[in-house]
Structure formats: structure tokens, C-alpha cells
């Protein structure tokens, strides 16, 4: 069997149990996220599902709580590996000092400065690798060194399990609900919500959404199959690899049911709204997904979008705030 | 007896059966505002009661919508009128649509076009004084207008007490908070906490905070008595007035067990980390109190800081990001 068949299989039999025990798992060390109303129009709710509040920062505190906290409850964990440059790295990081494991950090020699200085100052042990060596670590989980345990930053199934505790709390807290929208960015975010919310017997539209710079879920959809598409830079630097992720495709083929991309100038307008009506910062993937679900064009009835991060650089915040 | 007996005697009898009945009420138009954790010292645990994610972004809807729901219980609204020129007017604007009455506002000459066109965009009759008019109105409650009923902004019992809803939530949020942070404007947020908390029979440190640029309650302790301080300007506007309000002063010498007051640097200092750490966009007088709350000298076990409002010109923010 193959690791995509594995990972497919894996988190296609979770059972809504699976996601409960995750959220009671996470639960001293994750806040269950505010869910906020944002003014709506006619025939329409809109809330907000606010995970940039998050300690760190982002959604991914839970995807890294969640797979260490299973590691280390099936062994002893002290040496523990993972390849990420951002949040994930980052809450694992925190994950690891509170169980007492070393964590080593293969990030790739694109990095940016910032983000190593955090790695390094939280105590990881940083590898830096050329960008195909690290591409290549992400689809071998090979690194060549001797740690006891490889975490892969989307393709786990703890760390989708983990990602679908935002579906249970959702579901808690708006059991209306009809429709999600996620910012798509390894897919693992989209996949955890959608396998926690139907393991709950629910059927809810689950609408993924891109940015125009860089939309591969878009291109698979229409290809059937993961296509590499054009990256351009924008300051949404969360979401828009130039591929889905082969491991992730059949998941995300099956579990979205609609994908909208949205454009930089929504986008920028998404930060701007938020940060003046709702006194939230938020990073640009978080407002692909305010952009999408508040569109006129957006059909529903009750929608929640989530907020996937805060992490935008204050200089970029400023610029848009004031353009 | 006198305006100020009365108030002072009234929410003095408020049992904790009223600041629950309050949130209920509340419930459909307000938010429970979510406790977030900000990474403490070693013995200090600090929490931020987020409500500048309200609807209008403060505190101040809770106010509004407690006045207007329990005046509307005792008998039929259409006209109603108050003296405020910014988020409680607002709130009670909001209010008043959802009941249907019609409100008058009453602004002093000095209110900014901003607040003016806020108010005016919501449906309210604006009356413009000059400031001495329209602190004589606040004074006397007498509009000269044949309005129905005056609520006035800060003392009102179900002004009070529908801000006291925010201890009710803090206290099934944790219980085991010792600490309670608040801001000082008129003082009526911080004397409802505190007749919440001890309604509930708790005895919990109720510390008041001030911005050193205006610190009407600091002085009136140290005097015994309401005096007249002097007022220098800053980005803390909700706060620091240049005296305190002769009703309000019973409640709060008794309510309240210390004051701290805070530099413009420190608040300047806490706008920045609560956008950059916790991604929320704060007013000045909500960093105030994270700044009191947080700053090493300050004792206290399990604190919670009320972030009262979000109301932060963007241009203020960035200046201050950007610094």
C-alpha cells in the first residue's frame, strides 16, 4: 500500500470519537476559537472562525498538539524531527519543550531570517537544506539523520484529526451551519474540518479557496489529477504552493465540494475590513477566506469562514491599511 | 434623596440573579467575549477579556442594549434621547433600530465629523451644543427637548449592570480569577464588574487603571472627593476625563481597591504587542489595562485585563507599529 493510499484509508475511517478525543486532547493547550458575527446582508450569516487569536498565531498549535501528544502516548518520545519553516514547526517547537523531546527542524535555505531566528530561539535544532533537498525530505520523509520520528507538516493523520477539532467546536457552536470556508494551502486544514463535520453524520458544503497568484487546487480540479502551476509572489504567503500535494489529492477530491479564488485586491480589502470592523490582524490566507465567504457572488445561508492565522508582517498590515 | 443616592443605592442592591438575567437578555446581541491567555511569568497567570471583538467594537453594546431592553419591558418606546457622542450612542443607535424607537443624540460642538457621520449614517437625530450646554445635559438630564426618555450614558443602574454581564462571563470562564484589570472612563464598566463579582460573593481585587495624561479616580482617592485634574492630550481618548462624576464617585471609592496608572509609553508599548503577539487591534484605554496588568511590578496571581474596546484610528496604530 502506498503512503497516499495510507493517509487516505487512515483518516477516512475516523469516526466522530476520533475528532471529540482530539478536542478534549487539545484542550489545555488550544483555546476553542471565537467564533464572530460579522454583519451580514439579507439571507445571509456570516461568522468568523477566529483562529489567528491562537497561541502562536495559527491553527497549526492544533495539527502539532495533536500528533505529539498521540506520538508520545504510543512511545517514549526524546528525538523527534519535522520539515517546516512556519507555524507548524513553530507549535511543535512548543509541543516538544512540554514533553521533553529535542526537536530538529529541516528547513529549506529559502527560509526567511525571521522565522529561523524564532525556531532557533524556542530551541530547535535547525537543518538547512537547498530547496530541492528539502522538497525531496518532504516527499521521503528521508533526512539522512538519526531521529526517531519524522512529522510531516500535512500528510499525518494526527495532524488532520487534529485540524478537524475546529469541526467539532463549529459544530458546537453554530450547529446551523451549512457552509465552511477554508483557505487551501497543503489542504490539510480543509480535509481535517471536512472529515470532522461528516463524521458527524453532517453535510456540509466545504468551499476551499485560493488566491489568483497561485491556485493548484483550481488546476487539479479542472485536470483531475495534481498539475504544477504558475506561482506568482503576493503577501498571502500562507496559502498557494504550485501543487497539490499527490498524498493530499484524493482527500481534497473528494472532501471540497467548491473552490473560489480570489483576487489580491479582495484580499487586501479583506485585511483592511477585518482590522477596522472587527479589530482582528489577520495574515493573508485568513482573509482569502473573509474575501470569499463575504463576495455577493457567494451563495449561502449560513457561513463560517476560518480565520487560519494572524502572522502578517506589520509593514505589510500598515501599507494596506493605509493604501 | 439625590440622583446620586439614588444610583449609588440602587446597583448597591443588585443581586447576582440581575447580572444574570443581564447576559441573557444579552445574549442574542452580544457575544460572550472569548478569555484569551497571553504567555505569563512564572506564578502569574494573565488573561485578556477580548471585548473590543464586540459588535461595534467595545463593551459599550452591552450597556446600550441592557438600558434599552429592560426601559422597553416597563413601557412602549418611540422616543428616546441621550448624551453621548461616541460607541454608546452607537450601541444604543443599534438598539433602538431593533426596537423601533427613534433617538436623539446629544453631541457637544467638539465631537469629531467621524462620530457625527457614524451616528447619522445609523438613523440618529444629532443636537449639537456647546460643550458647557451639553455637560449641563449630562448633568441635569434635562434636553430641553420633549424626548420620552433620557438614558444617560454612564449613570444608569441597567447601565451598570448590563455592563456587569462581563463578570458574570469571566466567572464561568475562570473561576479562579483573583485579579480584575479595568479601565477607568466614566467607571461604570469597572463598577459593574465589580457589583457582578461581589454579588456572586466573590472577593476579587478590583484594580482600576489610568493614563498618566489624565487621572481624574487617582486623584479623587487621594483627595476623598472628587477634584478637578488637568488634561493633556494623547491617542488614550476613551479614558480620563478631567473629573470624576459626583454619581459615580460612591461606587467607585467603594468598589474599587487600587489604581494604577500607566505612561503613554507603556500604552503605546501595548497596542503594539497585542497586534503583533495576539492579533487583536486594541483602543488606548484597553492597553491600558494590558499594560497595568502585564507590567512586571504588578501583583497578582490569575489577572484578568479588560480590553474595553478596539476603537483605534488606523493611522494611530500604524504610527505606533511603525515605531
Known amino acids: 500500500m502506498s503512503t497516499t493510499q495510507r493517509l487516505h484509508e487512515i483518516v477516512l475511517q475516523a469516526r466522530h470519537a476520533d475528532f471529540i478525543s482530539a478536542s478534549e486532547r487539545l484542550a489545555p493547550y488550544v483555546m476553542p476559537s471565537p467564533l464572530i458575527a460579522f454583519p451580514g446582508r439579507p439571507g445571509r450569516t456570516l461568522r468568523l472562525k477566529a483562529e489567528n487569536l491562537q497561541p502562536l498565531g495559527s491553527f497549526k498549535i492544533r495539527a502539532a498538539f495533536n500528533v505529539l501528544l498521540q506520538a508520545a502516548s504510543r512511545r517514549s518520545l526524546s528525538r523527534i524531527a519535522t520539515a517546516s519553516a512556519g507555524n507548524f514547526a513553530q507549535g511543535l517547537m512548543l509541543a516538544a519543550r512540554q514533553l521533553g523531546a529535542q526537536l530538529s527542524v529541516h528547513i529549506p535555505d529559502t527560509a526567511a531570517e525571521n522565522k529561523r531566528a524564532a525556531l532557533r530561539n524556542m530551541g530547535a535544532n535547525l537543518f538547512v537544506h537547498s530547496f530541492t533537498d528539502w522538497w525531496r525530505i518532504l516527499m521521503t520523509r528521508e533526512t539522512g539523520a538519526a531521529e526517531e520520528l519524522f512529522i510531516h507538516p500535512v500528510c499525518e493523520p494526527d495532524v488532520i484529526i487534529g485540524n478537524g477539532s475546529i469541526g467539532v467546536e463549529l459544530l458546537e457552536q453554530w450547529p446551523e451551519v451549512d ?145
Chains 1, 2 share one sequence.
Open 179 to 323: 457552509t465552511v470556508v477554508v483557505p487551501i494551502g497543503g489542504g490539510g486544514l480543509a480535509a481535517g474540518i471536512a472529515l470532522a463535520l461528516r463524521s458527524a453524520g453532517r453535510r456540509i458544503r466545504i468551499v476551499g479557496c485560493e488566491i489568483e497568484t497561485a491556485a493548484p487546487l483550481s488546476a487539479a480540479r479542472a485536470a483531475g489529477r495534481p498539475v504544477p502551476v504558475n506561482r506568482a509572489p503576493s503577501f498571502v504567503d500562507g496559502i498557494g504552493s504550485n501543487c497539490v500535494l499527490d498524498e493530499m489529492w484524493p482527500l481534497l477530491r473528494d472532501l471540497i465540494d467548491d473552490v473560489v479564488v480570489v483576487s489580491v485586491e479582495q484580499a487586501r480589502a479583506a485585511v483592511r475590513t477585518l482590522a477596522q470592523t472587527n479589530h482582528l490582524v489577520v495574515e493573508g490566507a485568513a482573509a482569502v477566506a473573509f474575501a470569499a465567504a463575504s463576495s455577493p457572488d457567494f451563495e449561502a445561508r449560513n457561513v463560517a469562514a476560518i480565520l487560519s492565522g494572524g502572522n502578517i508582517d506589520h509593514r505589510v498590515l500598515c501599507e494596506i491599511l493605509s493604501s
